[in-house]
């Protein structure tokens, strides 16, 4: 079993629509939680940063951590063809240890 | 702004070539990352390096080695390229701290062809 499991996708909605992404892992000593994007032929940029639980915010975006459950979220508002990417769960024991990545979810938003 | 550099976007050696993968940052970081990314298996940690002459294993070292001579700069070697070290390999570096310093910025990547 993986760390961090994340469901592949390609997860498609149309332009507009709610979109959840959602990672679970197993080892509960996890402490700081991100999301990452990368869009086609890029390297993966920092979209969102939790430490332990709760919800943050950041205009269209909201990153949601469970503990209990295991369990994160990032939810994308009034999704746009713009936001249509590989999204990538990571996190970690530590401020300075190394992350742990999912595999990733690739995202398309239809016009 | 920030920026992570590596040399190349686009690579195609033989096998048994030893190959060179540059990367260089200009925001004083201590730490520097190189990745392979591959489908269905997202990022694996292949070196890491928390200041200058110092380097760590990663996941998945075997055939790989680094380089690690100045702090902008974090070198990546194939000593022998083989066909299953094609993929697509990103560098990526990180303050040392808290916070939203704590996440990494990545390099745009270069995607070696080994044939």
């Known amino acids: 079993q993986k760390e961090v499991e994340q469901d592949p996708g390609p997860l498609s909605v149309p332009e507009g629509a709610i979109v959840s992404l959602n990672c679970t892992y197993s080892?509960?000593?996890?402490?700081?939680f991100m999301w990452y994007r990368q869009y086609s032929r890029k390297g993966p940029e920092l979209l969102m940063y939790?430490?332990s639980s709760g919800n943050k915010e950041d205009g269209r975006f909201t990153a949601q951590v469970d503990k209990s459950s295991k369990y994160i979220s990032l939810f994308i508002r009034d999704s746009q063809p713009s936001d249509s990417a590989t999204y990538l769960c990571?996190?970690?024991?530590?401020?300075?240890?190394?992350?742990?990545w999912g595999a990733g979810t690739k995202l398309i938003i239809k016009p | 702004d920030v920026k992570v550099t590596q040399s190349s976007r686009y690579l195609v050696k033989r096998t048994g070539e030893k190959v060179f993968l540059e990367c260089v940052q200009d925001?004083?970081?201590?730490?520097m990352f190189w990745y392979r990314q591959d489908p269905g298996l997202g990022l694996r940690l292949i070196y890491f390096?928390?200041?200058?002459?110092?380097?760590e294993k990663g996941d998945i070292p075997e055939g790989y080695s680094v380089s690690r001579e100045k702090k902008e700069r974090f070198s990546l070697i194939l000593e022998s390229a083989s066909t299953n070290q094609t993929s697509m390999y990103l560098c990526?570096?990180?303050?040392?701290?808290?916070?939203?310093?704590?996440?990494?910025?990545f390099g745009s990547g270069t995607r070696l062809t080994v044939v």
């Open positions: 990526a570096s990180r303050v040392t701290g808290t916070g939203a310093n704590y996440g990494y910025t």
């Open positions: 390096s928390y200041d200058v002459k110092m380097k």
């Open positions: 925001m004083d970081h201590e730490n």
């Open positions: 990571a996190m970690s024991f530590y401020s300075n240890y190394q992350l742990i």
């Open positions: 080892n509960s000593a996890f402490q700081y």
């Open positions: 939790t430490y």
